[in-house]
């Protein structure tokens, strides 16, 4: 946590860029919010809304159908007490007699007056306990066994209330199918006992005419249930029980699979109305509002981050590529050049930065050539000091002194020493080939091999085509003195020193190479360091104690990026106690070819 946190804030300290972007999604933010609000504060007040209007819309209906079952109350009580039916019933016999029918006949006629002007009902019957006669105003007079089944018993059970019953498949002759019949005691007051009973049928379709104007929409379902629980009729029969008695009134439940539910209940007879809509439906505009807000919201981040991405480019990206000119200035890469297509201030500025990296390309070139020349000037000054002659007729004196003793080891290394200063300092060149090179390098290891006394061999690997190539006298002398007294000499016998040469790829590589005492670690490091810093450009500032033994390669290096420019490179790779290497890198551009 604490990385990404310092990564953040790194970036936003580093980075204009993330700056301009957070600052424009600070703008952005108070707009989403108030969108997100909106679009939050529309959709509960369309929910809201629409949960009154369901609710109403229930409401109504249930009065609608509490006004049906008060007329079925009414109607019953008014049936049950008709001094028309009642005394006949009660007179009837158990075996019916000739007068008997007559009479109920009477009473299917006084029922179909009743249905002429009520058309909710389907069916008015009245059964007679005694002689099991059921009269129905759609079926006539018809025997009927009656004693076990279930709505005979719960109507008497009921000692007078008016009884919801709802028919099963098996009641279908009785009472008819798809239908709700009301039952009543016709004799609750009679002394008898006999069990004459009212029944009244209303087909579920009337109910499902009177619940159908609550659908919303046609993917909407309503159900009607009783006081407990039970499915009167709905406009489908998903849920054949109420599961929602906890719901209240103007409350929203949802099922299982997203839909929305409404719930009213009746104070008066307990029935209850169940409205199931698709929350999709429901929120369907609310949604294209909120959809729309969300692609007015993405499109203004968008727009943001490419309005910051442009003001980046044409404000910020001119500055960054001025600090890349700057830094590649301040590494001595003062042929670097910035493109400019630009005409305003940072046109002006990137232009001013170009001519003023190009007068310090002329005043350092100037500075260098100048040192060049006095460097010149005081090399060909020490050489006017000593007078060749006097040093080589003094060498030649020691030479045959040393033979006239018969000391031909001393008139060897004198010999040899004469040869190597001759070459050093004959002619006033300033480069040698690599084929001399190599012979005026013979000279002083032969004296060097004297000095040490055969500690080590010596090995040249000299490529056929750099022998015509011309390099700066005295660059590979004070590497192979370094081998030699840093490596060879403290290694002891079976020493082996290979001088090589090679070219690929437009360059031309020197080596020396030594299986002596290597170098440790830290040692290397450091040596690296001052050398990867003098490529650079850097001043090179070695420790006190190292500078003395760091001055051979200093001077190397130096007169090498003098002469050839930052293509002249210098390596050393070792390993402790067992090689050393040194390779020395030119440009062959850069090079003379006595063979041309």
Not at 113 to 137: F, P, Y
Not at 293 to 302: D, E
């Amino acid at each position: 946590m604490r990385k990404s946190l310092r990564f953040l804030k790194n970036m936003y300290a580093q980075r204009i860029q993330v700056r301009l972007s957070i600052y424009f999604m600070l703008i952005l933010i108070p707009l989403v919010a108030v969108s997100l609000f909106a679009n939050f504060r529309s959709t509960n007040i369309l929910e809201g809304q629409t949960s009154e209007r369901t609710q109403n819309s229930l409401l109504s209906i249930l009065q609608n159908i509490d006004m049906t079952l008060q007329n079925m109350e009414d109607l019953s009580g008014l049936i049950s007490t008709d001094y028309s039916i009642k005394p006949v019933l009660h007179e009837a016999h158990a075996v019916l007699l000739t007068s008997d029918l007559y009479s109920f006949y009477t009473i299917m006629e006084r029922l179909g007056n009743i249905m002429a002007i009520n058309g909710s009902l389907q069916e008015i019957s009245i059964l007679h306990a005694s002689s099991g006669t059921l009269l129905s105003t759609q079926y006539g007079g018809r025997k009927v066994d009656f004693e076990e089944e279930p709505w005979f018993q719960s109507t008497v059970a009921a000692r007078g209330k008016l009884v919801l019953y709802l028919p099963q498949p098996k009641d279908a002759d009785i009472l008819g199918s798809d239908t709700v019949a009301f039952m009543r005691l016709m004799d609750v007051d009679n002394q008898d006992n006999t069990s004459n009973i009212l029944m009244m049928t209303m087909a579920k379709e009337r109910l499902l005419d009177m619940i159908r104007g609550a659908q919303l929409t046609s993917n909407t379902d309503v159900y009607l249930y009783a006081q407990d629980g039970r499915l009167l009729t709905g406009t489908d029969g998903v849920y054949d029980t109420d599961q929602w008695m906890e719901l209240k009134a103007g409350q929203v439940g949802r099922t299982v699979d997203g839909k929305l539910v409404w719930r009213m209940e009746s104070a008066e007879s307990g029935w209850s109305l169940v409205l199931v809509q698709p929350q999709a439906e429901l929120y369907k505009e609310s949604r294209q509002l909120s959809q729309f807000t969300n692609l007015i919201i993405l499109i203004s981040v968008i727009l943001a981050l490419l309005i910051s991405l442009g003001v980046y480019k044409w404000i910020s990206a001119p500055l960054t590529i001025l600090l890349h000119g700057m830094k590649q200035m301040r590494l001595g890469q003062f042929h670097t050049r910035l493109p400019n297509l630009r005409t305003d201030e940072l046109g002006a500025l990137t232009e001013s930065f170009n001519q003023m990296i190009a007068e310090q390309q002329l005043l350092i070139r100037d500075v260098y050539e100048h040192q060049l020349q006095l460097s010149k000037t005081e090399l060909k000054f020490l050489h006017s000091q000593i007078n060749p002659h006097f040093l080589y007729n003094t060498l030649d004196s020691i030479y045959w002194t040393a033979k006239n003793y018969e000391a031909d080891e001393i008139s060897e290394m004198v010999l040899n020493l004469s040869k190597f200063f001759r070459l050093s300092l004959g002619k006033g060149r300033e480069t040698f080939t690599v084929e001399e090179t190599v012979e005026h390098l013979t000279y002083y290891l032969k004296v060097q091999q004297f000095r040490f006394m055969g500690l080590f061999s010596i090995r040249f690997e000299i490529e056929e085509s750099t022998r015509s190539m011309c390099v700066l006298k005295l660059l590979l002398q004070p590497i192979v003195e370094n081998a030699i007294l840093h490596g060879l000499e403290k290694r002891g016998d079976g020493g082996e020193l290979i001088i090589a040469s090679a070219t690929r790829n437009g360059i031309l590589s020197l080596q020396v190479k030594d299986n002596g005492a290597g170098i440790s670690e830290e040692r290397l490091r450091y040596i690296v360091s001052v050398i990867e810093g003098m490529e650079q450009g850097e001043a090179s500032r070695p420790d006190e104690r190292n500078e003395e033994e760091l001055f051979g390669l200093r001077n190397v290096l130096s007169r090498m990026k003098l002469y050839y420019g930052d293509g002249a490179k210098l390596r050393i790779e070792s390993e402790r106690g067992k090689w050393t290497i040194v390779t020395m890198i030119f440009p062959i551009d850069r090079l003379e070819d006595k063979s041309a």
